[in-house]
């Protein structure tokens, strides 16, 4: 398995402009997490999606913020408009529901907004 | 509110010895705890986990201890490489992973 995927890897983008990451999580996962990476947070949850419903999105922080699941092979994560302060690394990472705990993750998209 | 915590951002260790990455939580809620590893510009790597149930898992040179008394786990490494640094993230699952800001260890040669 090829893992999960996103894409892009680095994106840099004007102030105010629509940014779309997108996640292929790995084939016969039933989670899918969207994580945002910063010094001053960490590794924090924005939203997670169970059998492609998103079941929590309490992490959003704004409404600027959006995601979609329209699969079970595809999810994407929208920012519109997007601002300096939303600059980060964003992953995508996918589970199997039951058995082992661990969420496998993408190599991030590195979101520059300038 | 950070129900876990890695209070040392960076742990430098030499080669050979060994390396004590520790995490504190404050939610009774979780069930499982993790250890996550992760490279420059790649994402984090699952590591080794543990259930609340238990107090020690082993996996190689990695050793993680769980004291759910004082809400605490640590992470051994030995003997620390060159290969293990990297930035160590704790996790704690209730219905999803809650991570801590991690720890960069440096093993130096």
């Known amino acids: 398995d090829a893992g999960v995927i996103q894409s892009p890897r680095h994106e840099v983008t004007e102030m105010g402009q629509e940014v779309t990451l997108r996640c292929k999580p790995i084939?016969?996962?039933?989670?899918l997490f969207w994580y945002r990476q910063t010094m001053m947070r960490g590794l924090e949850l924005l939203i997670y999606?169970?059998?492609?419903?998103?079941?929590?999105d309490s992490g959003m922080p704004e409404d600027r913020f959006s995601a979609k699941m329209p699969n079970a092979s595809f999810s994407t994560l929208k920012i519109q408009p997007s601002e300096p302060r939303d600059s980060a690394v964003y992953f995508c990472?996918?589970?199997?529901?039951?058995?082992?705990?661990?969420?496998?993750f993408g190599q991030g998209t590195r979101l520059t907004v300038v | 509110d950070q129900q876990v915590k890695q209070n040392s951002p960076s742990l430098s260790v030499q080669e050979g010895r060994i390396s004590i990455l520790n995490c504190d939580y404050t939610?009774?809620?979780?069930?499982?705890f993790l250890w996550y590893k992760k490279y420059p510009a790649e994402g984090p790597t699952f590591l080794i986990s543990i259930s609340s149930i238990k107090d020690k898992n082993e996996d190689g040179r990695f050793t993680v201890f769980l004291n759910k008394s004082a809400k605490h786990l640590s992470l051994h490494i030995v003997p620390s490489q060159p290969g293990d640094s990297a930035v160590y993230f704790c996790a704690a699952r209730s219905y999803q992973l809650t991570f801590g800001k991690g720890t960069k260890l440096s093993v130096i040669p």
């Open positions: 990472a996918s589970k199997k529901a039951g058995g082992s705990p661990e969420a496998f």
């Open positions: 999606f169970n059998n492609n419903v998103p079941i929590d």
């Open positions: 939610n009774s809620m979780f069930d499982y």
């Open positions: 084939s016969g996962h039933d989670y």
